[in-house]
């Protein structure tokens, strides 16, 4: 019943939107008229305020690179790519209501957005799967609503090969995890423990924090000193995973214990800081120390594009780069933006991420994933997990 | 008595005694010209980052507190001047004013330094062996210098001159000016110790903490709880306040988990509102 009142209310909107639309843009219609059969829109979804608008000026950057490289190059299907960014850093109904606004006033063709996954879901609800929605961050993995596609790393592709390989050579087999309380980390740490016990390992711990609370960590950190685990699966994010890590290092827990955060880039790490990222590991599909011809490439064409005082790059903001790309392979296979077309298309198509070339299969991107261990406050690659399938399939 | 036991109850007093210097400033701008100091975290926040500009210099980490006395003070000295004068004894319009100041604060560190995390190497790295465990020397050298500014400062505005004139001015103001007490001069400093107090206990927590422009929000409403449990007006009440809140939050989280340490600090907070909205330490 809600979904039908829903439905109705935002007809009506269409009707009225469209219509003032109309009436507002009469004189100059036929002039924009063309100029949209010539430009593809594409709604580019990144945090511009709150706390995680840190990573917005990096996904500005990168997915204004991918733009300009495409658009020298013809643009997708003739026609030249133009961003309209909005913010998603606020409460997920705010950004929803920038999406009906780039929808209906703008006609935005296809959209892209590297956000959390609770304004993931207001966007889905919102495109309905009336447009291809790209969903271009590290996420939980499952997502699979029509027309929607999913380029970030999942569990299946961060913690299984990183486990496995912390049981390999850590000899890792008693794992304690911690995380803010909320959906991604709890259905992370659901995937975790198959990943654990597969290797023969045991949860000897398991406990959330209240998230976006000003939360302290010394009982935690004493609680992980008596129970004293081979490692500490941390699903904790921004400022909590810094304070967490810093608590656990001047504790001295570093030297002994090993621990794995699942969302550790660039500025994380910076706030954690060189004295407090010992024996701290990340697995992530990109880092900006991967020292390979793409990436290297990329830094490059970055740099030669932003200057040397760009935005820092990670994992979170180059996503925006694979957006893009993707984008304009998808609609190119598909001929279009007809959404049963883009989900068959969808199905194996190539594009180039950051650090190289990876494919879609089921809405979700197999990828190379890269281990990393923290010494010193850098990224050190440490083992490089060759084309790890997402765990998630959709239909296309 | 158990190793783990120990260190927790150690957390405890750490947690108990940092909180209260953190809320110092609070106590005295809040509790003695009962303006509601919105801004107060971000006080906190330009310590902290005071502190990292210090240590990111290279120069050592103790200048920090020359340095945040000055900005912190002289903050202090035009927010007073320009827009807290003329709102004493409008508790509401403070708490607004002192909203925007604390977007305003907030906003030009964002500017200045950008929303990425800074940190602030530890003075004094490792841990101490003590009573038998390993804790971070750095804490414990945090507990003592929060008890000695308790205690100097309990001892001062029971004893001192200036003590006892503040004490007349929070008494009856009119009455005090009238025994030829400067109580405006004297507002102007006890707010300005207020946010220097504020400034301090950001440079003491900046080591341990991820510096940003948000990390303020982290500090105003626990202190706000503080105040509200221990009652307005007296080091005593801060120490109650401070004893209740961060030492619940701190035995629930170590005996069950954070949320519930959370969960308990709010259901008190909301408890004393409601039954005994002067606090512990009432002053009248």
């Known amino acids: ?396 | 008595m158990s190793p783990i036991f120990l260190i927790q109850a150690i957390n405890v007093l750490y947690g108990v005694t940092t909180l209260a210097v953190l809320v110092l400033g609070l106590a005295v701008i809040f509790g003695l010209l009962g303006v509601l100091n919105i801004a107060h975290g971000e006080f906190v926040m330009v310590g902290a980052y005071c502190a990292w500009a210090v240590t990111a210099d290279g120069l050592p980490f103790l200048l920090a507190v020359p340095l945040a006395l000055v900005v912190c003070g002289l903050l202090g000295l035009v927010v007073e001047r320009v827009l807290i004068r003329p709102l004493y004894h409008r508790p509401f319009d403070t708490l607004v004013a002192t909203w925007g100041l604390s977007l305003l604060l907030r906003k030009t560190a964002e500017a200045i330094f950008g929303l990425g995390f800074r940190s602030v190497r530890l003075p004094l790295a490792g841990t101490w062996h003590f009573l038998g465990v390993d804790y971070p020397s750095y804490r414990l050298v945090l507990i003592a210098v929060s008890i000695l500014v308790l205690a100097a400062l309990f001892l001062w505005y029971g004893s001192s001159r200036t003590g006892m004139r503040i004490r007349a001015m929070v008494g009856n103001a009119d009455l005090a000016q009238a025994q030829g007490i400067a109580v405006k001069r004297l507002a102007a400093g006890t707010f300005i110790a207020g946010t220097i107090l504020a400034g301090l206990g950001g440079v003491m927590v900046a080591p341990l903490v991820p510096v940003q422009p948000f990390m303020g929000l982290d500090y105003v409403l626990r202190a706000f709880f503080v105040l509200v449990v221990g009652g307005l007006g007296s080091v005593l009440g801060v120490l109650a306040g401070a004893g209740a809140i961060g030492g619940l939050d701190s035995v629930v989280s170590a005996l069950i988990d954070g949320t519930y340490g959370y969960f308990t600090v709010l259901v008190v907070a909301i408890l004393f509102l409601w039954l005994r909205p002067r606090g512990i330490f009432a002053h009248n």
């Open chain 1, 1 to 396: 019943m809600t979904e039908g009142k829903l439905a109705i209310t935002r007809r009506t909107l269409l009707g009225t939107a469209m219509g003032g639309a109309a009436l507002s843009l009469a004189p100059g219609l036929i002039g924009r008229a063309a100029a949209a059969a010539g430009e593809f829109k594409i709604g580019l979804f990144i945090p511009l305020s709150g706390p995680a608008s840190l990573f917005g000026p990096t996904g500005r950057a990168c997915a204004t690179l991918a733009a300009d490289e495409a658009n020298k190059k013809g643009g997708i299907l003739g026609r030249q790519i133009k961003l309209f960014i909005a913010d998603a850093g606020g409460p997920p109904a705010d950004t929803a209501k920038s999406a009906v606004r780039l929808m209906l006033q703008d006609g935005i063709d296809l959209a892209i957005g590297s956000h959390d996954s609770a304004t993931m879901e207001a966007l889905v609800s919102t495109f309905k799967g009336k447009i291809p929605y790209v969903y271009t961050p590290v996420y939980q993995g499952g997502e699979c609503d029509f027309n929607v596609y999913c380029l970030g790393e999942t569990p299946a592709q961060q913690v299984e090969p990183s486990v496995t390989w912390l049981a390999r050579n850590k000899h890792a087999k008693t794992f304690y995890l911690i995380g803010d309380d909320y959906v991604s980390p709890r259905k992370t740490n659901e995937a975790a423990k198959k990943y654990i016990a597969a290797v023969g390992g045991k949860v000897v711990g398991e406990e959330y924090v209240p998230f976006g609370a000003p939360n302290k960590f010394e009982q935690s950190v004493t609680r992980i000193k008596g129970v004293n685990p081979d490692v500490v699966l941390i699903t904790l994010v921004g400022a909590d995973n810094v304070n967490f890590n810093r608590t656990f290092a001047g504790f001295g827990l570093d030297k002994s214990i090993a621990r794995l955060s699942m969302l550790l880039e660039e500025n994380t790490l910076k706030g954690i800081g060189a004295e407090s990222s010992n024996n701290l590991y990340s697995c992530m599909a990109y880092f900006a120390a991967i020292d390979n011809p793409a990436n290297n490439a990329f830094k490059a064409a970055y740099t030669a594009m932003f200057g040397a005082n760009a935005p820092q790059l990670g994992t979170i903001g180059v996503d925006s780069y694979a957006g893009v790309n993707f984008a304009k392979a998808l609609v190119e296979k598909a001929h279009g933006t007809n959404a049963r077309k883009c989900m068959a298309a969808s199905e194996g198509v190539r594009f180039e991420a950051a650090a190289g070339p990876v494919t879609m299969h089921g809405r979700q991107v197999d990828k190379n994933m890269y281990l990393a261990n923290c010494n010193g406050g850098q990224f050190n690659i440490v083992a490089t997990f060759k084309n790890m399938k997402s765990g998630t399939t959709c239909k296309v």
